[in-house]
């Protein structure tokens, strides 16, 4: 409870600090304003609260704070979609002990990795909210060789990304890459946060990436849908992937996600590149699974 009083002191004020008075209809009088952004005064005018009400928010104590309260908070901050949701969780947070949410899946159903192998002409993969890499079809395992190459296991997007050194080749967009990754990991600890493999796996990349520290800190966060993916593959050079993340109903927690690119350009020809090695390393393996044992 503690941390959770600390987190939504530290995301309201952080919140309230990136609006401006002109962003907020309000007359800006003079220069010598003493704080970035609004005034707690402001917030609460703004929200339709009363300042002790409003500081008593901002210290923590969202318990109890009824839908119309922190949707107008919300309207007030300008926040995104996915900030909203996270104030919702955070006041969940600070209510009355509920039932925990069942912990992101470690393994998919076979059902699901039918589907995966189903699609043979895009790379296709399962996460869980952890960013574990739980299933793949076979382009999907070649476009993501270098993280599937990481010994350290589970497989892990983000951990690749904050303590790989071949993620800065990898992610022809790096830093958009760490924000987003460090964005959508809170997120998700706002939707499980007594998960002990996510506090575990925030607490190793904390230890040993002063960038994941900074971007943690910032308490951005984000949803992941749709948009455009730059790579460059070891094997086959520049790629650029349009993906859709897309959740599964039946699997709570699970997203598949899907690289396409246009008919008839580079990219779509590489991946073609990147399916025939892909069939070739897997033609090498079953072989090699298949040689006599000398005597």
């Not at 922190?70 to 209510?95: C, K, P, S």
């Not at 997120?187 to 990436?209: C, F, M």
């Not at 590149?273 to 005597?295: D, F, I, M, N, Y």
Request: charged content about 25%.
């Amino acid at each position: 409870m503690t941390e959770t009083r600390a987190e939504i002191r530290e995301f309201l004020s952080s919140r309230r600090a990136r609006v401006t008075p002109e962003q907020a209809g309000l007359p800006a009088y003079g220069g010598n304003r003493r704080v970035a952004g609004l005034r707690r005064e402001e917030v609460a005018m703004l929200s339709g609260v009363s300042v002790d009400y409003y500081v008593r928010l901002e210290r923590g104590n969202l318990a109890g704070a009824s839908e119309s309260v922190l949707d107008a908070l919300a309207r007030t901050l300008r926040l995104t979609e996915a900030e909203r949701e996270y104030l919702f969780n955070l006041a969940r947070a600070a209510g009355p002990a509920r039932p925990r949410r069942q912990r992101p899946s470690i393994s998919v159903r076979p059902a699901v990795q039918q589907i995966l192998d189903a699609v043979s002409d895009a790379p296709a993969w399962v996460r869980n909210g952890r960013h574990d890499i739980l299933a793949a079809n076979s382009l999907g395992r070649a476009l993501y060789s270098p993280v599937f190459d990481d010994p350290r296991r589970p497989v892990n997007t983000t951990r690749f990304t904050y303590l790989n050194p071949a993620a800065r080749e990898f992610w022809r967009d790096y830093d958009q890459i760490a924000n987003d990754s460090a964005a959508m990991l809170r997120l998700e600890a706002g939707r499980s946060p007594h998960d002990p493999e996510l506090i575990k796996l925030v607490g190793e990349l904390s230890t040993q990436s002063e960038l994941f520290r900074q971007r943690w800190a910032s308490r951005d966060v984000m949803h992941h849908r749709s948009g455009l993916k730059r790579m460059h593959h070891p094997i086959v050079g520049d790629l650029d992937l349009n993906y859709e993340s897309l959740e599964l109903p039946s699997e709570p927690g699970l997203v598949m996600n899907v690289y396409t690119a246009p008919v008839g350009s580079a990219t779509a020809d590489a991946l073609k590149v990147l399916a025939s090695w892909a069939a070739t390393q897997q033609t090498a393996k079953s072989e090699g699974h298949c040689q006599p044992q000398s005597r």
